[in-house]
């Protein structure tokens, strides 16, 4: 990383890592680039945002006609409590596990590389969704030019595997090497924000860190897979938390929504207006840690701007008041005041 940087590139690179919505972080992009400190020592920073920016630009602007880059999108806009990507080798349920949990058309085949873009569907969860994006096989054989941009707004990853396949531990390999050139570590911390480990990432705006829990699918087909599992994990080295899942059985299926709720740490909040019950319909969605205001910019930003103070309704709360930077909890009912 360069030296002198300004504390307006810093804050402009502070509010691109934060960003989830595309549109936002080309607009972090463009004043990370403005900002930045114009010499030899920043040439390969500003060569690289430059590359982004064209590449996010050209995705917002969807297929050109007639151009060169047509077909589906292949960056996501995030919807629901969190983006949750499908990643792993050739062949190992994806697109049908997508397809199960979601209700998508995702085609599954018998033949590798039958995904070609990424696809969206949502898993539902009490009365919420998580978004889950199946996506094109990670191998040597295949690579994808766009896939660090499409894991750019992923709040976390599943990874399936197949422990039936020979070849699964050199496969899974392969996959977080590919992912580990294109900045992309899968990483077994699970909580609201998980740290970087190294100076490196910390250092570098584009690292894109996905907490990871592994799926043993196929477990229909794989008689020990607790034992598979076991030697899986001595071998590899890797220490993902891991459920075993199978289309065919159904097998683990309804643990990932209580799951994905718990160790991503959704709180669930109700809004209501003065004199009116609570809109039980459609919770506003934020993390664990996050507080009134984030719940209100979710709202409206204008009504984030203007917030004085919310009333709160939960267990313990009864209509009492309670400041901007009050941290919210799973249930909580706000009425947001102006
Ligand atoms: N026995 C069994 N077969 C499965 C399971 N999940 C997927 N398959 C089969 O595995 C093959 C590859 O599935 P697909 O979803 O296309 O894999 P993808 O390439 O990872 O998206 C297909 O023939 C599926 O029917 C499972 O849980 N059990
Ligand atoms: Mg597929």
Redesign the pocket.
Known sequence: MPANLTPEYKAAEAAFRQARDPKERLECLREMLRTMPKHKGTDHLQADIKSRIKQLTEELAGPKKGGARGGPATMIRPEGAAQIA?I????????????RLTGSN??????????QFPQAGMLPYQDIHFQLI?L??VSPEHPIAWLANALQPADACLL?V?LGQPDCLDQVMAVLQLLAEKQVTLTDRWGTKAPAATAEELEDPFAIRLPTLLLA?????IPHLDDELQVFRELTGLTYPAIA?????GEGLDRLGPWLFRHLGIARVYTKIPGKPPDRERPFTVRHGQTVYDVALLVHRDIAQALKYARLWNAQFNGQQVGRDYAVADGDILELHT
Not at 106 to 115: G, Q, V
Not at 217 to 221: E, G, H, R
Request: proline share 13%.
């Open positions: 499908l792993g080798p050739p062949n190992t349920g994806k697109s049908s596990l997508h397809a995702a085609l599954a085949s018998a033949w590798p590389f039958t995904t199946d094109p096989p399936v197949d699918n196929k477990a229909d087909q899942v199978s289309i065919v059985t």
